[in-house]
């Protein structure tokens, strides 16, 4: 069971982490169409 619940949080922050990078992407890429 632990294993799993440790499973579940890495999952948890890897999405995170994804989102996060999405944003970034973006922010860049509408920073650059702004220039």
Same mark, same amino acid.
């Given at each position: #069971?632990?294993?799993? =619940? &440790?499973?579940?949080? &890495?999952?948890?922050? %890897?999405? @995170? #982490?994804?989102?996060? =990078?999405?944003?970034? @992407? !973006?922010? !860049?890429?509408?920073? %650059?169409? &702004? =220039?």
């Amino acid at each position: #069971m632990n294993d799993y =619940l &440790q499973y579940k949080f &890495q999952l948890k922050k %890897f999405n @995170l #982490m994804k989102e996060w =990078l999405n944003d970034c @992407l !973006i922010l !860049i890429e509408v920073f %650059f169409s &702004q =220039l």
